[in-house]
């Protein structure tokens, strides 16, 4: 008997170190394909950076093309310019991992040179900013924002009507609360708070007949459609400015409209976690209830609105904005829309525990893949995924949309990747001056003069290296 139960621990020893042994090897493969991905992200960032923003006050130039060397005289939109914000993010999240895994070389070397182009990218984001006033459902008031177009100098940009879009204001808010994170700089916070009360005041919170509001975010005020770009990306932020806030009695001004006669506006104080944390899920289940299609993807809009243009109305005196009733679902699905949408269901599961959000992730993660992906178009046994118009910018928010909900999700890790396969198809067969082509899976034009490339997806392949890094790290940790 004795011997029988030696050998049944000998035999659970063997097994265990087998498995330590496996779950080493497969740890440290993970931690060479980290490092890998955030020494291409810096390489590809920093050829993006010297070719973009040539000009000393961080002008970012739209195009560049690496085979003739020419810069175009169009500067980006203020999203363009996000995306090199969010790419330097990325790597500094990246560096921080590293570090924390035991790997500081890297971070030690990198960190304060990314740090210091963080903070330049953020200074000169002032280029995009204008004041104007602005009548909401709630309130008028004057408001300091950033506008579609760059401006000739700091804080003079134009900003009124359709000169400025909430998504816009969204995405600097994601990527000021990250900075906030990376750096603990409080003007990040300061300035992203700000600007989610500027999203906020946008949210439609006049009232149907059932005295319910609504809902939604215009595309910007100066819109009556409201779309998935102007909801979806402010659900993480909203769940993140919650997480900083739980626990303290901090408190915001929350303004609505009384539901008794559905006409007189009102405030009252609240704390900001549950204020942020009510807002996320105020924007996430509008958006699920009306822009859910059958096949599991999200559209890009509705639109069929009353009035058909911006109006206000006179109530007590008061000049207020009149709601948008939209009644027309149109599309078509963009990966941006959906991977949005992604993030919010992963960051709102941790944040609630609530199982259905989880669920969300997990039938969106599927549908997403199925309908978005398509095996062997190009190459086989490669995922090709639409790169038309601004889609490779838009494919990278599906990508992260994957990583964010891998931590509660194993069934994501075949679609993640599929972005990694793609990228190291393009930077080992077609890496050229330190860029990829904009179609990372056929490669350059053989005429030079048409390989311009985006800033933004320069700076977009970029950022998904980055998070992939941060992934390989992650992925070996205990899941749900």
């Given at each position: 008997?004795?011997?029988?139960?030696l050998i049944?621990?000998?035999?659970?020893?063997h097994?265990?170190?087998i498995?330590?042994?496996n779950?080493?090897?497969?740890?440290?493969r993970?931690?060479d394909?980290?490092?890998?991905?955030?020494?291409r992200?810096?390489?590809?960032t920093d050829?993006?950076?010297?070719a973009?923003?040539?000009?000393?006050?961080?002008?970012?130039?739209?195009f560049y093309?690496?085979?003739?060397?020419?810069?175009?005289?169009?500067?980006?939109?203020?999203w363009?310019?996000t995306?090199?914000i969010?790419?330097v993010?990325?790597?500094l999240h990246a560096?921080?991992?590293?570090?924390?895994s035991?790997?500081?070389?890297l971070?030690?070397?990198?960190?304060?040179?990314?740090a210091?182009?963080l903070f330049?990218?953020?200074e000169?984001?002032?280029?995009y900013?204008?004041?104007?006033?602005l009548?909401?459902?709630?309130?008028?008031n004057e408001?300091?924002?950033?506008?579609v177009?760059?401006?000739?100098?700091k804080?003079?940009?134009?900003v009124?009507?359709?000169?400025n879009?909430?998504d816009d204001q969204?995405?600097m808010v994601?990527?000021?609360i990250?900075?906030?994170?990376l750096t603990?700089k409080?003007e990040?916070?300061?300035?992203?708070?700000?600007l989610?009360?500027?999203?906020?005041?946008?949210?439609d919170c006049?009232?149907?007949?059932?005295?319910?509001?609504?809902?939604g975010i215009?595309?910007g005020?100066?819109?009556?459609?409201?779309?998935?770009?102007?909801?979806?990306?402010m659900v993480s932020?909203l769940?993140w400015?919650?997480?900083?806030?739980?626990?303290?009695d901090d408190?915001i001004t929350h303004?609505?409209?009384?539901?008794?006669?559905?006409?007189t506006?009102?405030s009252?104080?609240?704390k900001?976690s549950?204020?942020?944390?009510d807002?996320?899920?105020?924007?996430?289940?509008?958006?699920?209830?009306n822009?859910?299609?059958?096949?599991?993807v999200?559209?890009d809009?509705m639109?069929?609105?009353?009035?058909?243009?911006p109006?206000s109305e006179?109530?007590?005196?008061v000049?207020?904005?009149k709601?948008?009733?939209?009644?027309?679902?149109?599309?078509?699905?963009?990966?941006?829309?959906?991977g949005?949408?992604?993030?919010?269901?992963?960051?709102?599961?941790?944040?609630t525990?609530?199982e259905l959000?989880?669920?969300?992730?997990?039938?969106?993660?599927?549908?997403s893949?199925?309908y978005?992906?398509?095996?062997?178009?190009?190459?086989?046994?490669?995922y090709?995924?639409?790169i038309?118009?601004f889609?490779?910018?838009?494919?990278?928010?599906?990508?992260?949309?994957y990583?964010?909900?891998?931590?509660?999700?194993n069934?994501?890790d075949?679609?993640?990747?599929?972005?990694?396969?793609?990228?190291d198809?393009?930077?080992?067969?077609?890496?050229y001056?330190?860029?990829?082509?904009?179609?990372?899976?056929?490669?350059?034009?053989e005429d030079?003069?048409?390989?311009?490339?985006?800033?933004?997806?320069?700076?977009?392949?970029?950022?998904?290296?980055?998070?992939?890094?941060?992934y390989n790290?992650n992925?070996?940790?205990?899941?749900?």
């Amino acid at each position: 008997m004795k011997i029988v139960y030696l050998i049944i621990v000998l035999s659970f020893l063997h097994i265990n170190l087998i498995s330590a042994e496996n779950y080493n090897q497969k740890k440290s493969r993970s931690s060479d394909i980290a490092t890998q991905n955030l020494v291409r992200a810096m390489e590809l960032t920093d050829a993006a950076v010297k070719a973009h923003f040539s000009d000393k006050r961080m002008a970012m130039a739209r195009f560049y093309n690496p085979y003739t060397k020419v810069c175009s005289k169009e500067t980006g939109s203020i999203w363009m310019y996000t995306s090199a914000i969010e790419a330097v993010n990325a790597i500094l999240h990246a560096l921080k991992i590293q570090k924390a895994s035991g790997n500081a070389a890297l971070y030690n070397a990198n960190f304060e040179r990314y740090a210091d182009l963080l903070f330049k990218l953020y200074e000169n984001a002032d280029f995009y900013l204008g004041t104007f006033e602005l009548v909401s459902y709630t309130q008028t008031n004057e408001w300091t924002v950033y506008g579609v177009n760059r401006g000739a100098s700091k804080g003079n940009a134009e900003v009124a009507g359709i000169m400025n879009v909430y998504d816009d204001q969204m995405w600097m808010v994601r990527e000021f609360i990250e900075a906030y994170k990376l750096t603990g700089k409080a003007e990040f916070l300061q300035k992203a708070e700000y600007l989610t009360e500027y999203v906020l005041d946008g949210w439609d919170c006049t009232l149907d007949s059932k005295g319910e509001e609504l809902g939604g975010i215009t595309w910007g005020p100066g819109y009556v459609s409201k779309h998935s770009c102007s909801n979806g990306p402010m659900v993480s932020p909203l769940v993140w400015l919650h997480e900083l806030y739980k626990g303290k009695d901090d408190k915001i001004t929350h303004r609505y409209i009384e539901p008794i006669d559905q006409t007189t506006r009102k405030s009252k104080q609240l704390k900001k976690s549950e204020y942020y944390l009510d807002f996320a899920q105020k924007v996430y289940h509008w958006q699920k209830k009306n822009l859910l299609r059958a096949d599991g993807v999200y559209d890009d809009m509705m639109g069929g609105c009353s009035p058909r243009n911006p109006e206000s109305e006179v109530v007590k005196g008061v000049n207020y904005r009149k709601g948008s009733n939209c009644t027309d679902r149109v599309g078509p699905a963009f990966t941006y829309n959906s991977g949005t949408m992604l993030s919010g269901a992963a960051d709102l599961f941790r944040a609630t525990d609530n199982e259905l959000y989880l669920e969300d992730a997990r039938k969106l993660s599927e549908s997403s893949f199925q309908y978005f992906a398509k095996i062997g178009k190009d190459i086989p046994g490669y995922y090709s995924y639409d790169i038309g118009g601004f889609r490779n910018w838009f494919n990278g928010v599906l990508m992260r949309g994957y990583v964010d909900v891998a931590v509660s999700c194993n069934e994501v890790d075949k679609y993640i990747n599929s972005f990694q396969k793609n990228l190291d198809y393009a930077y080992e067969n077609f890496l050229y001056e330190g860029f990829l082509p904009t179609n990372l899976l056929k490669g350059w034009e053989e005429d030079h003069d048409k390989n311009k490339t985006e800033g933004m997806f320069n700076f977009a392949f970029a950022a998904e290296y980055a998070v992939l890094s941060s992934y390989n790290l992650n992925k070996n940790q205990p899941k749900n």
